[in-house]
């Protein structure tokens, strides 16, 4: 019997929950050299470079630098866990902002490199 149903001819782009997805995606590369290119020009830029630093990644800075700080005049130094634990308390005071400032001024160096080279092409 001949079919008097036409056949779909792309794949349904709904979800299960009836969502559809508008976005296209992008066509898978012809070759591995188009691949290849692809993978390269997806890595340029360091991702840690591209965001600006926070209070928190300086907080976790100053307290492993401190942990490490207390460590080291415990065990190399011979010093009592006391009297180490109050000079890493005021290192984790100095730490922690002097990294955040550090970082901030580090990352508007690179933004301003960043928008030059722009600038230039």
């Known amino acids: 019997m001949?079919?008097?149903?036409?056949?779909?001819?792309?794949?349904?782009?709904?979800?299960?929950?009836?969502?559809?997805d508008t976005?296209?995606?992008a066509a898978r590369p012809r070759n591995r050299e188009e691949a290849r290119a692809r993978a390269r020009a997806g890595r340029k830029g360091s991702p840690r470079g591209d965001r600006p630093p926070t209070w928190r990644s300086a907080v976790i800075r100053g307290?492993?630098?401190?942990?490490?700080f207390i460590v080291l005049l415990v065990l190399l130094f011979g010093r009592s866990a006391g009297p180490a634990l109050g000079l890493g308390a005021f290192m984790l005071v100095f730490?922690?902002?002097?990294?955040?400032?550090?970082?901030?001024?580090?990352?508007?160096?690179?933004?301003?490199?960043?928008?030059?080279?722009?600038?230039?092409k």
């Open 2 to 20: 001949a079919q008097t149903k036409r056949k779909r001819r792309r794949k349904h782009r709904g979800t299960q929950g009836g969502r559809i």
């Open 23 to 25: 976005k296209r995606r």
């Open 63 to 68: 307290v492993v630098a401190a942990a490490i």
């Open 95 to 120: 730490y922690i902002p002097a990294g955040y400032y550090i970082d901030t001024m580090m990352w508007r160096r690179r933004e301003r490199a960043r928008i030059r080279a722009g600038e230039g």
